[in-house]
């Protein structure tokens, strides 16, 4: 299977996303330099503890939360590489897991507003801490 091949509602495993996209086998970003592609995951199987990301669909819009667990987040590595996307041109494949171990993807995003939400949410320790929230939309 090529990237191109890939259809909303289709659905893979960690190790057929990573061959596929030539990406780490964790992190809800995962970017590849190489090809200039980012796959982004939202996960909606774990609870706050072990999955304190709060990631919504309103409206045509995706609420992303970004990278880190603990402590406040910061705009920095792999929340940074998603801010630049636009500009860099990065094309971003987004999955969805609703069943352990199953990456069902939606299709490509892009950024809705260059502008980042700053919020409040629980990291994996149960404190308040401050999180980096991005809004994408699919590419039709």
Not at 26 to 41: A, P, Q, T
Not at 84 to 93: F, G, L, M, P, V
């Amino acid at each position: 299977m090529k990237i191109n091949d890939l259809k909303k509602g289709d659905v893979l495993s960690n190790v057929e996303l990573m061959q596929l996209f030539e990406c780490d086998n964790s992190k809800g970003i995962r970017y590849v330099k190489e090809r200039n592609h980012i796959v982004l995951i939202s996960n909606h199987t774990s609870d706050i503890v072990n999955n304190p990301y709060q990631d919504k669909w309103e409206d045509d819009l995706l609420y992303y939360t970004g990278e880190g667990k603990l402590g406040d987040q910061k705009l920095e590595k792999a929340n940074l590489r998603l801010l630049k996307s636009k500009n860099e041109r990065t094309k971003i494949y987004y999955f969805e897991v609703f069943e352990p171990l199953k990456y069902t993807y939606f299709g490509r995003l892009k950024l809705a507003d260059t502008k980042p939400i700053e919020s409040t949410q629980k990291d994996v320790e149960n404190n308040d801490r401050r999180v980096i929230i991005f809004k994408l939309k699919e590419i039709v």
